[in-house]
Structure formats: C-alpha cells, structure tokens
C-alpha cells in the first residue's frame, strides 16, 4: 500500500488537521494552511483575507457592537467561522509562535503577524530583491 507521508512533516498529510508549522520552509506551510482552510469552508479564507470584526450597529451616530443576542444567524455564523479558524491556526502553531499571535482576535491578525514575522514587510521584501539583484550584477565568472 503506497504511503503520501512526507518525511520532514511528522504529522503528516491530514485532510482533518491542520498543517503543524514546524521546522518547514514558511512559503510551503502558508500554501498548505490557506488550502486547509479553504478545504474548511471556503468563506473561512475570506475571513482571513478581509479581517473580521464583532458586529456593530449604528445608533445615535456612534458605532457600537451589539450584544449577541441581537446578532442574527449570519452574523452568529460569520462568528463560529471565525473561532474554527482561530482554532485551525493555534492547532497548527508551535509554542513559540502561538505566544506571538495568542492575543490576535481574526484569523487575518494571524495571518498577517505570521507574515510579517517571516517575510518581512512590503520595503524589507523589497530591500532584501535589491540586495539580491545588486550581488547578481556584480557577479563575474573567474578566469578559469
């Protein structure tokens, strides 16, 4: 019987849990929990790219969140999306990184801290491509 097992994933490939961010290349471990996620419910990935937030009410011109009771069944429903998908990712987290991302309240809070930690933000993307294309034109073949 053929095994899908990866050796350097111990949990392996789980159709039911998260992927465990351990000790793996982050671009790989991003790619295989927003497919996790999706494979969830798709409208959880939505929660994680657009952020989530309790729901509020306009009343005498001032926003304010409602109790929830008040909330209806799609604001409830939006709700449980979001407690499942913070679920997913403190499962999928190594301590270390769950400290860095425990106080976040949305999926897209930590979504983006992890993206941050690991890739840097837009300018330290973009410094470290120009570090990258200043060493490829610098380069020379040696005489021999």
Known sequence: ?????????????????????????????????????QSLDYRMWILVQDGYTKPTRLVDGVMLEIPF???TV????LAQLNAKCLNSF???LKSEDYMRVSTCKSG?????RLCITYEGTNE???????????DYELFRMKPN
């Open 74 to 77: 799609e604001e409830r429903d």
């Open 108 to 112: 897209n809070d930590i979504w983006d």
């Open 1 to 37: 019987m053929a095994t899908f097992r990866n050796r350097n994933t111990p949990e392996g490939y789980s159709i039911t849990r998260p992927p465990l961010f351990d000790n793996i290349p982050f671009d790989f471990w991003k790619t295989r929990m927003s497919t996790f996620l």
């Open 90 to 92: 403190f499962c999928a």
């Open 124 to 134: 330290v993307k973009q410094s470290r491509l120009n570090i990258l294309l200043h």
């Open 69 to 71: 009771t008040d909330w």
